[in-house]
């Protein structure tokens, strides 16, 4: 089991109607649906282990991290990185490289991103409204649970 599988998203899905506020839970919708979070970062870690150019490292029309192709030399591979997990991620920061909080990351993915010929066809603008902006921001911080670490991670 996964060490923060006791948050308040966890205990949602668990059947626990309550365990995410409404606001929280318009944020769900709209990591699945309008903002298309799901299509990289989904699954029980929220991440699909693959590898994709968010635009995070292209600043003033230049790459600032090669990301993958520093492995590969692929030119495909150039400023991708692998889609990391959205458990605790409040409590790490700062997030998304130059980003600061995860407010910051949702006004970045609803402008799509940072423009570069690479870009991965999944991120586009979304248009979220302020309220969704709030909502789904709100849900991002309730994938945080408490951090057990160690053999017994399952306990509750
Ligand atoms: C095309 C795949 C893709 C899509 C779509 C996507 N992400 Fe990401 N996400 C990534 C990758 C790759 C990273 C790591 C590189 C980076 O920071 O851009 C990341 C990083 C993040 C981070 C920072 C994690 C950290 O460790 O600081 C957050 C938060 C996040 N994404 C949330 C979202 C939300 C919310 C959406 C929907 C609006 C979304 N992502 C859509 C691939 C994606």
Known sequence: MHPSADSPYDRFIDGNRTALTAEEQTGLQIFRGKGNCTACHMGPTFSDERFHNTGIAWRDGRLHDEGRA??????????????????????????????????????????????????????????????????????????????VEGPHSDRR
Not at 120 to 142: G, S
């Open 70 to 147: 520093a492995v590969t030399s692929l030119e495909a591979d150039r400023g991708a990185f692998k889609t990391p997990t959205l458990r605790e991620i409040s409590l790490t920061a700062p997030h998304h490289g130059s980003l600061g909080t995860l407010e910051d990351v949702v006004e970045y993915y609803d402008r799509g991103g940072n423009r570069n010929s690479g870009l991965d066809p999944e991120l586009r603008l979304l248009k979220l409204t302020d309220a969704e902006k709030r909502a789904l921001a709100a849900f991002l911080h309730a994938l945080t649970g408490t951090v």
